[in-house]
């Protein structure tokens, strides 16, 4: 199957600094990423869907200014979130899926805490 | 922020037992399904899908039956193990829409 990467897994930083997270398809282009929040026990909550080579679209209620997302190229995505605070913990998951498929591969999700 | 006092449905199952899950979707045009199974921090894994053309689909272990009448779909596991311990996402991709809405989730506790 496809995999898609990742990156890192965990990150603990402190309030008001930026932190970034990859996500790479490996094996398959992606021309479509998605980035999701997860509460626990809670379903996936879509923050926003980025095509490569174009801006992201984000969800109602998501400050784009605050998850900065970048899609520069077919197998890349990327999600910053800048100046952490702590309502910003939680487990982020970004996933791929290649031109005309329905498919989508997700990574094994980011835990972020903020202190 | 985080909410707390959730608890997921939780279906409890011998070792061996087939395992039924069900979902509820909510769009009649959604045209497409998909199963996703997710351990503990980790990603959600594809499991097996289903169009709406079709009202089952077999897996490896895994039936998928989606009644589009009542916008019911269900994951059957057979022969249920412990590594099926996990929680289950029945997701459901709108006609046209670009975008998969995922149902709430159900715990799977597999008992040795």
């Known amino acids: 199957g496809a995999v898609v990467s990742q990156h890192p897994s965990r990150v603990i930083c402190k309030s008001g600094t930026s932190v970034k997270i990859e996500c790479r398809s490996l094996?398959?282009?992606?021309?479509?990423m998605f980035w999701y929040r997860q509460f626990p026990k809670q379903s996936l909550m879509l923050m926003a869907t980025s095509n490569e080579g174009s801006k992201a679209t984000y969800e109602q209620g998501v400050e784009k200014d605050k998850f900065l997302i970048n899609h520069a190229s077919l197998t890349l995505s990327t999600l910053t979130v800048t100046s952490a605070h702590p309502e910003d913990s939680s487990f982020y998951i970004c996933s791929a899926r290649g031109e005309g498929k329905n498919i989508q591969y997700f990574g094994a999700g980011t835990r972020l805490s903020v202190l | 922020g985080e909410s707390v006092g959730l608890h997921l449905p939780t279906l409890s199952v011998q070792e061996g037992d087939n395992s039924i899950i069900n979902c509820a979707y909510s769009n009649s045009a959604s045209d497409y399904f998909i199963w996703y199974k997710q351990e503990s921090e980790k990603g959600p894994q594809f499991i097996i899908d289903i169009r709406s053309n079709m009202d089952k689909r077999q897996g490896q272990r895994v039936t998928v039956l989606l009644n589009k009448t009542v916008k019911h779909l269900s994951l059957q596991i057979a022969a249920t193990q412990p590594g099926d311990s996990a929680v289950y996402f029945c997701?459901?991709?709108?006609?046209?829409?670009?975008?998969?809405?995922f149902g709430k989730g159900n715990q799977v506790v597999v008992i040795p």
């Open positions: 997701a459901e991709n709108e006609g046209g829409n670009n975008r998969l809405a």
């Open positions: 094996d398959f282009q992606a021309t479509t």
